[in-house]
């Protein structure tokens, strides 16, 4: 898809050698701390650079690890995210939400002509500013963590994340549209003929036994299939 194209510009290869080397000196943690006090455009600097380090082929997967840690990390404290996760030209359709989640409404929408799933963090009520923050710097980890996953066979591509309406509160997750919907949405009972021929027990055992301890984050399972 052409809107997916990836950024060749010279400064996503800024400063990719001394970020591995940073993030391969393991006792210098006085620099990995003056990195994670960075700040607006020195932040977005380096977390362009630290995905552009991540993508490298030469790179092993034990410092890829490290570097996605040090990315969610600056990106907490920074509230930044790589620029590669931005995208232009989305618009929705319709006037009402398809769906909602426990923190978000699902939409119908596009990017230019292709057809997408927007995922839009919900807004709190006044006076839960806090509740609203703490939910966007969710919905850009999330994001974050997404893209290092892209390339996997059995994961949904993740195309970025847009500005609702141009709001900086009203982040979205832009992915692609399925119309069998998600997973539950797929297996529910329905009439004979319109039933997906789907084989229960492979699908639970590959469930149960391809859970994977997810290195990005901390207490939780990533289930990759």
């Given at each position: ?48 650079s ?20 040090i ?27 398809i ?26 009520q ?25 390339s ?8 970025g ?54 290195t ?10």
């Amino acid at each position: 898809m052409n809107f997916l194209k990836k950024d060749t510009s010279a400064r996503k290869k800024a400063h990719a050698d001394e970020i591995i080397r940073i993030v391969t000196d393991v006792q210098n943690h006085e620099q990995r701390n003056q990195l994670f006090r960075k700040r607006g455009q020195d932040a977005q600097i380096w977390l362009n650079s630290l995905q552009a380090a991540a993508e490298l082929p030469e790179i092993s997967t034990e410092l890829r690890s490290s570097i996605f840690k040090i990315m969610l990390k600056l990106s907490k404290h920074s509230d930044v995210t790589p620029e590669c996760l931005n995208i232009k030209n989305v618009t929705r359709e319709g006037e009402h939400p398809i769906g909602a989640g426990g923190f978000g409404d699902v939409w119908k929408g596009k990017v230019r002509q292709t057809i997408v799933c927007l995922k839009v963090v919900r807004n709190f009520q006044q006076g839960n500013e806090s509740n609203s923050q703490d939910l966007l710097k969710q919905f850009k980890r999330e994001a974050i963590l997404w893209k290092q996953l892209e390339s996997h066979p059995n994961i949904l591509p993740f195309f970025g994340m847009y500005d609702w309406d141009g709001a900086p509160g009203k982040l979205c997750l832009v992915s692609p549209w399925m119309e069998g919907g998600n997973l539950a949405h797929y297996l529910n009972p329905r009439p004979p003929k319109m039933k997906p021929v789907v084989d229960h027990t492979t699908l639970v055992t590959l469930m149960t036994s391809l859970l994977v301890w997810n290195t990005f984050t901390t207490g939780k399972l990533f289930m990759v299939i």
